[in-house]
């Protein structure tokens, strides 16, 4: 793996802060091979800052930020597969997320069934559970 290849998905960072820790993600940090982006982050700021869970938002901003570059043609074709291929509900945002992994060539560390399934039809490295 090289430096800064694992984007971790929202879901993964709450199920983090609620359950006291994965050990999966220790060693991802341990290892500094944690990055996110600007959406991830934006998905959990408000509730972080609504607790007043500073010291933890502090953190996640000093992991490294890979750039959003938003292809809508992409997202548009991805949708379209999913719809074709009967994966129903998968938001704009998570539709953004996977066009980053795919186009940066990163590893996206997910629990949201919809990464797994959308994976039968798109290549992508996925960690989860």
Known sequence: MSRYNVL???????EY???????????????DLV???????TE????????KEIEILEGLNALQK????????????YQFVNLKKGINRVGIPDLIILQQVIDQKLTLFSFDKHFTLMQKHLTYDLLSE
């Open 8 to 14: 971790v998905d929202s879901s993964v960072w709450i």
């Open 17 to 31: 802060f609620t359950s006291g820790g994965i050990p999966k993600l220790d060693r991802l940090i341990e290892e």
């Open 35 to 41: 990055c996110t982006n600007e959406l991830i982050l």
């Open 44 to 51: 959990l700021a408000p509730a972080l800052m609504k607790q």
């Open 66 to 77: 890979i750039h959003l570059h938003i292809d809508w043609d992409i997202i548009r074709e």
